[in-house]
């Protein structure tokens, strides 16, 4: 059973950084995508960045238009990690952050197309 284990959310000011972390476990990940959505208050779950475990390119990452230039996901493949490092935080980057998995490498930023989620950890910025 895949199991994906969160960590790294917290409280940070505006233009501040923080660092998620994302293990995976119990599955074979040659074949899968890893990414990161978030969930505000009142609002749907949103894509946030994704990466394809083997990836066509090396470190091949894309992300939703609101986090660009701002976030970098990266991974760990010999321990089956992914990162989200997020800079310059604003305040509409509060929300829950899920690690997700999806049993495939095609591009995907849809959350019904991923198999897998973790149990979220909170990211709140304030001004």
């Known amino acids: 059973q895949v199991q994906l284990v969160e960590s790294g959310g917290g409280l940070v000011q505006t233009g501040g950084s923080l660092r998620l972390s994302c293990a995976a476990s119990g599955g074979t990940f040659s074949s899968y995508t890893m990414g990161w959505f978030r969930q505000a208050p009142g609002k749907e779950r949103e894509f946030v960045a994704a990466?394809?475990?083997?990836?066509?390119?090396?470190?091949?990452?894309y992300y939703a238009d609101s986090v660009k230039g701002r976030f970098a996901l990266s991974r760990d493949v010999a321990k089956n990690a992914i990162y989200l490092q997020m800079n310059r935080l604003k305040t509409e980057d509060t929300a829950v952050y899920y690690c997700?998995?999806?049993?495939?490498?095609?591009?995907?930023?849809?959350?019904?197309?991923?198999?897998?989620w973790g149990q979220g950890t909170q990211v709140t910025v304030s001004s």
């Open positions: 990466i394809s475990w083997s990836g066509r390119i090396t470190n091949y990452a």
């Open positions: 997700a998995a999806r049993r495939r490498t095609a591009d995907s930023t849809s959350t019904g197309e991923y198999d897998y």
